[in-house]
T-cell receptor, first 111, second 111 residues
Framework: RKEVEQDPGPFNVPEGATVAFNCTYS??????FFWYRQDCRKEPKLLMS???SGNEDGRFTAQLNRASQYISLLIRDSKLSDSATYLC????????????FGQGTRLTINP | DGGITQSPKYLFRKEGQNVTLSCEQN?????MYWYRQDPGQGLRLIYY???????QKGDIAEGYSVSREKKESFPLTVTSAQKNPTAFYLC??????????FGQGTRLTVV
């Protein structure tokens, strides 16, 4: 089993749609969780951290389910500019400091 | 401004040559990481370092070497033993309580 797994997509959705991504992780002691966005031929950039209670930033909502070991990202009212690859990132426990990336989910928003 | 700098942005290597990719950060981060990304793929961990003079192999360390003589610097050498080195190389850093910050990457091509 991969340490962090994502559906690679691609997801092609119309502008204004709601889209959701899930990501599962294998290490139950994982410490921190993040969603990154990567545009073509660029470095990844932090989209949002994922907190146990769930968190929202504008049109983006992130959730963490420790019992089932998955995190999710919901994008509402999608814009053309949301087209990118979304990477799930898991930080291993204290002392290990290892950051593990999922393979990324490619999203294309169509006009 | 604080940040993480990779150089060069583009690098061409001849068959059988060793090349070194530079990564410098002035964020006072303890941990530094090297990832490799192939087209359409996610990030795979090559090496990571939690403190000066210490580093650990990631998932694809064969054919690569690193050093961590200074907190600010984590150079990656791609040796001739790496048979398929053409890829996008990303360096990142963080502390225990922060997300990872990335450099702009180095595109390595074997000619």
């Amino acid at each position: 089993r991969k340490e962090v797994e994502q559906d690679p997509g691609p997801f092609n959705v119309p502008e204004g749609a709601t889209v959701a991504f899930n990501c599962t992780y294998s290490n139950s002691a994982s410490q921190s969780f993040f969603w990154y966005r990567q545009d073509c031929r660029k470095e990844p950039k932090l989209l949002m951290s994922v907190y146990s209670s769930g968190n929202e930033d504008g049109r983006f909502t992130a959730q963490l389910n420790r019992a089932s070991q998955y995190i999710s990202l919901l994008i509402r009212d999608s814009k053309l500019s949301d087209s990118a690859t979304y990477l799930c990132v898991v930080k291993w426990p204290r002392g290990a400091q290892k950051l593990v990336f999922g393979q990324g989910t490619r999203l294309t928003i169509n006009p | 401004d604080g940040g993480i700098t990779q150089s060069p942005k583009y690098l061409f290597r001849k068959e059988g040559q060793n090349v070194t990719l530079s990564c410098e950060q002035n964020l006072n981060h303890d941990a530094m990481y090297w990832y490799r990304q192939d087209p359409g793929q996610g990030l795979r961990l090559i090496y990571y370092s939690q403190i000066v003079n210490d580093f650990q192999k990631g998932d694809i360390a064969e054919g690569y070497s690193v050093s961590r003589e200074k907190k600010e610097s984590f150079p990656l050498t791609v040796t001739s033993a790496q048979k398929n080195p053409t890829a996008f190389y990303l360096c990142a850093s963080n502390t225990e309580n922060t997300e990872a910050f990335f450099g702009q990457g180095t595109r390595l091509t074997v000619v």
